[in-house]
C-alpha cells in the first residue's frame, strides 16, 4: 500500500537526521519504528487502564486494604525478597 503523508519541515528533517545517522536505512524505516513504537505504548496504556479497572472493582466490592506507612513496608520487603530469592519478577511491577 502506498501513502502520501504531509510532514512539517521539522519533522521531515528529524527523519532525515535519523537516516543519515546510520540508525536507520530509510525514511520508510523511520516511520514503520515510530507506529511500532506507538502500537506498543498503546498496549501498555491499555493494560494500564485495565489493571486500574480490576484495582477499581475489587475495592468496590470491599477486596481493599487499607494503605498505611505499614503496608508500603511489607509490599517492598517482599518485593527485595522476590528479587534476591532468583524469582521471576512479576509483569506487573517490571517498566
Not at 23 to 40: C, H, K, L, P, S
Not at 55 to 62: E, F, K, N, S, V
Not at 72 to 87: C, E, F, K, P, V
Amino acid at each position: 500500500m502506498t501513502m502520501h503523508v504531509n510532514l512539517s519541515p521539522e519533522m521531515e528533517g528529524f527523519i532525515k537526521s535519523k537516516v543519515s545517522s546510520g540508525f536507520y536505512g530509510n525514511a520508510t524505516e523511520v516511520i514503520r519504528d515510530a507506529i511500532r513504537r506507538m502500537q506498543a505504548e498503546e498496549s501498555r496504556v491499555s493494560a494500564w487502564q485495565a489493571a486500574i479497572k480490576k484495582g477499581d472493582d475489587q475495592l468496590d466490592r470491599g477486596e481493599g486494604i487499607a494503605y498505611t506507612p505499614e503496608t508500603l513496608n511489607d509490599i517492598t520487603q517482599s518485593a527485595i525478597g522476590a528479587m534476591h530469592s532468583g524469582q521471576p519478577m512479576s509483569p506487573d511491577v517490571l517498566p
